[in-house]
């Protein structure tokens, strides 16, 4: 096995009223866990591919050999997203919610202006993923902050970019608890996120 679950640092509980213990559950023991599962499948027989780290594998994915790359691109990338998914996220009141902090705090205000400008623009980003994928605030190659959107399960690190936060809008992350009412998800998403914690994959880049 080269990839395993990273258990959660919380209960599946821990981030109610904003995202249910249920969807939490089969969030990351199912679907985090395929993920996994077809990934490790696809690396199986592929040693150097095994000795790089998913980072790379991501970053490179067009040198992944063109058998497995879709596969590779799919659940590698799922694999990744949720990893990062799980750490931003912390229960609300605690560690989650808030304001940025920090160097993250600093560089949103430069870019975006203000805090309420900068959540406005990932809000709308999110909504308007057609289908499933992810919003994201990645830090480009000139070291400044952005938001994008991935489709599906690529990950920014495929385009370059090095994600320190990002929103999962696929129907699994909110469906039983909000239904089509994806805005509403995207608004209370924002009391459980961990703001240290993005500053810390903040500094992990940027240094
Ligand atoms: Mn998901």
Same mark, same amino acid.
């Given at each position: ?29 199912? #679907? #985090? ?50 990893? &990062? ?21 600093? &560089? ?36 400044? &902050? ?25 129907? #699994? ?35």
């Amino acid at each position: 096995m080269l990839y395993t679950l990273p258990p959660l640092t919380y209960g599946f509980g821990a981030l109610e009223p904003y995202i249910d213990a249920q969807t939490m559950e089969i969030h990351h023991d199912r #679907h #985090h866990q395929a993920y996994i599962t077809n990934l490790n499948a696809a690396l199986k027989d592929h040693l150097g591919l095994q000795n790089k780290s998913l980072e790379e594998i991501l970053t490179d994915i067009n040198f992944v050999p063109e058998s497995i790359r879709l596969t590779v691109r799919n659940h590698g990338g799922g694999t990744y997203n949720h990893n &990062l998914f799980w750490q931003i996220m912390a229960p609300a009141g605690k560690l989650g919610g808030g304001l940025p902090v920090g160097k993250t705090a600093r &560089l949103i205000k430069e870019k975006f202006e203000n805090f309420e400008n900068f959540q406005h623009i990932f809000n709308n980003t999110a909504k308007s993923v057609f289908g499933s994928g992810w919003a994201w605030l990645v830090i480009n190659q000139f070291g400044h &902050l952005q938001v994008m959107a991935t489709p599906n399960q690529d990950c920014p690190l495929m385009f370059g970019l090095k994600p320190i936060l990002g929103l999962d809008v696929w129907e #699994h992350a909110y469906y039983l608890q909000y239904q089509n009412k994806r805005p509403d998800y995207i608004s209370a998403w924002w009391h459980v996120v961990n703001w240290q914690q993005v500053e810390a994959n903040l500094h992990a880049i940027l240094g």
